[in-house]
RNA sequence: GCGCCCGUAGCUCAAUGGAUAGAGUAGCGGUCUUCGAAACCGUUGGUUGCGCGUUCGAAUCGCGCCGGGCGCACCA
């Protein structure tokens, strides 16, 4: 379905040019036509403040413009009424019959409804999660995996052509050190006396996983050279035991990726010197102090970073560009969304620099930050480090409160927004998330469609024209506003409104249930008893289209 | 010190540069013998941190302060 906002838009555009050609209005490139919805009722339903914005060029008073707009639009059977205010805003009003008739378009549409008509043939990549595989992910990373899903369900319900991805940084100093832990663990479990490296990882799991693989494994591992035995330990615990519990975590929050993204492949398929030559040649590669740098200075970065360090290792941002090439070039991407905690923000001009190294459009990689949840114990910080093991783990939340509560909790709020977490008052809030508010319009929905198909009652049709009452017209209204609010949302990668467009949609049932018996047992009522069960049939597709962008249930019972 | 983000009702947060800034929550007072009360209704609550600018119009854009968060490694 065409968003209403568009019809709207190529109404008044018609009325301009209509009023242009008749000589009303003097000749001028008509610009884009900006339309927004009044937050005053008696505004209608869309205002144009276009008039104002030509004064300038029309020469003419803003409300004779408008007037003369007003007089040229064209009939369009979506427009009810339009009127003209000062100081020159055109406000139009929906038609009552126009929109109830849209509830059979909503009901045609079903999970099609809130997408453009056709794809856009934009293939756009969303890689978020990709914590460092050492360990089991942390509640930090909560925000971060719900936030991309969301985005990329977002995206894909927009008409892009999404793909879901994690990286694995498999590659790397911190996956020698987990490695290196891993083994120490793991020997001492067979009492050997094998020291923790100085930086490793101290967390509980390790302990734990180090006694397992001695159990299941034996002394395997120990008879092998020391080197030997850290990479093979290293690559059995991160097969068997870390990806896995990641798989299960982010499985367990609804998420299914498209893509696991191994770092280590980068070095070995090519990808890296293709990538490095590349920079070369554009003469953006240095040495300095022993080491390589990517000099992103000289693209207006604030500092250059060092590429290979004078150990004879690549640093990260080796990795980056790797990868990176290969997202975009390799593969192809339209658009590559990686999704970031603000505490990496310092790294995104050297990394938008990088881009335009390769020779791409800078555009082509947008970072979406979003801000630390500061994590509480009841009124107390929680410092999170997988270094020092003082963590908690995503699977402790999930476990006390259900992935939808915790999922419409951290979509709520816009990425930018800072929030605190406190897991002593998360189980109570699970029970005063607004989730359960849009989920339960949904399943009231869902039951009274049950009593309706038991009473032997069939709507597949129905005079539409019937809906008239003020909160019939008022559930129309929200309900017909999802494929803009896609749009927008979309377009701002922003997928808290979808989580406000549903719980004001929820909002707007829960008043039509209010004043308007559905199910009547008059026989007289009959026909508007259809009219209404296909209304809130309606009703429950857009809710459920929400529902399904932020990745949560929307059930039949609850 | 420099950079990015934030500052809106007691609290948590919304608001593509548009008209009289909105929700939730907390507080107070109401509503279940008819479709699900996980719901609904009413009510209290604001100098959008402060100042100056930009323009027909600013919570929104610019500059300067104040306050908070995060960065500023040959770690990731």
Same mark, same amino acid.
């Given at each position: 379905?065409?968003? #209403? @906002?568009?019809?709207? !838009?190529?109404? #008044?555009?018609?009325? #301009? ?21 009044p937050?005053?009722?008696? %505004? ?45 805003? !055109?406000?139009? =009003? ?19 409804? $809130? ?17 460092? *595989? =050492?360990?089991?992910l ?20 927009? $008409? ?36 923790m490296?100085e ?13 397992? #693989? ?39 929050? +609804? ?8 770092? @280590? ?7 890296f010197e293709?990538?490095?030559e ?18 992103? =200075? ?9 590429l ?57 990689? %947008? ?6 949840? =500061?994590?509480?114990?009841? +009124?107390? !910080?929680?410092?999170l ?13 999930i476990?006390?409160?259900? *992935? ?6 951290? !979509?709520?709020?816009? *990425? ?52 008239? %009452? ?7 209204r929200?309900?017909?506003?999802? *494929?803009?609010?896609?749009?927008d ?7 808290h409104r ?15 249930? @209010? ?7 008059l ?6 008893t ?29």
């Amino acid at each position: 379905m065409q968003p #209403i @906002r568009d019809r709207v !838009i190529d109404v #008044i555009r018609a009325g #301009i040019e209509r009023a242009q050609a008749e000589g009303v209005l003097p000749g001028f490139e008509v610009p884009a036509i900006t339309v927004d919805k009044p937050r005053q009722e008696g %505004h209608g339903d869309y205002a144009t403040p276009v008039a104002m914005q030509l004064a300038r060029v029309a020469r003419m008073a803003p409300l004779r413009i408008a007037s003369a707009i007003r007089d040229h639009l064209p009939e369009d059977p979506s427009i009810g009424s339009v009127e003209v205010a000062p100081p020159g805003f !055109i406000n139009l =009003t929906l038609s009552g019959p126009w929109l109830a008739s849209q509830v059979d378009t909503v009901l045609e549409e079903g999970e099609q409804f $809130g997408r453009p008509a056709c794809p856009r043939g934009v293939r756009v990549q969303v890689e978020y999660g990709s914590a460092n *595989p =050492t360990g089991p992910l942390h509640v930090g990373f909560a925000r971060n995996v719900v936030l991309g899903d969301a985005l990329a369900n977002l995206l894909a319900e927009a $008409g892009y052509d999404v793909q879901r991805e994690y990286y694995v940084n498999d590659a790397g100093t911190q996956m020698r050190q987990f490695q290196e832990s891993l083994y120490a663990r793991y020997a001492q479990a067979l009492g050997q006396d094998v020291p923790m490296p100085e930086k490793g990882y101290q967390g509980w799991y390790i302990t734990e996983w180090g006694r397992d #693989i001695a159990e299941a494994e034996g002394r395997r591992f120990l008879d092998l050279p020391y080197e030997e035995a850290v990479a093979e330990i290293g690559e059995y615990g991160l097969q068997r035991r870390v990806l896995p519990s990641v798989r299960r975590d982010v499985e367990d929050m +609804g998420i299914r990726y498209d893509n696991w993204f191994s770092e @280590r492949t980068l070095y070995q398929d090519g990808s890296f010197e293709r990538a490095m030559e590349i920079l070369r040649e554009g003469g953006y590669v240095s040495e300095r102090d022993g080491a390589v740098w990517f000099e992103a =200075t000289r693209l207006g970065a604030d500092k250059d970073e060092v590429l290979i360090r004078s150990n004879g290792l690549p640093a990260y941002f080796a990795s980056d560009v790797a990868y990176h090439y290969d997202k975009l070039v390799t593969r192809g991407f339209d658009l590559v969304i990686d999704v970031w905690g603000a505490d990496h923000q310092g790294h995104v001009p050297r990394m938008k620099a990088m881009v335009e190294a390769l020779g791409l459009d800078r555009d082509r990689l %947008h970072l979406l930050l979003y801000q630390l949840v =500061t994590l509480k114990r009841g +009124g107390e !910080i929680v410092r999170l480090s997988k270094r020092t093991g003082e963590m908690v783990t995503l699977r402790e939340l999930i476990d006390e409160v259900s *992935p939808d509560a915790v999922r419409y909790f951290l !979509i709520s709020r816009s *990425p930018d927004s800072q929030m605190d977490f406190d897991l002593e008052l998360a189980v109570k809030q699970s029970d005063e998330n607004p989730v359960f508010y849009v989920k339960y319009a949904h399943a009231r929905i869902a039951s009274v469609l049950r009593l309706a198909e038991a009473s032997g009652l069939s709507y597949e049709q129905a005079d539409l024209g019937l809906l008239e %009452h003020p909160s019939e017209m008022a559930l129309l209204r929200h309900m017909l506003q999802l *494929p803009e609010v896609v749009l927008d949302a979309a377009a701002d990668f922003a997928p808290h409104r979808v989580a406000y467009y549903a719980y004001d949609l929820a909002k707007a049932f829960h008043a039509f249930y @209010r004043d308007c018996r559905i199910v009547s047992s008059l026989t007289e009522d009959t026909e508007m008893t259809k009219a209404r069960l296909r209304l809130a049939a309606a009703a429950k597709v857009a809710l459920a289209r929400a529902l399904t962008v932020m990745g949560m249930e929307a059930p039949e019972r609850m």
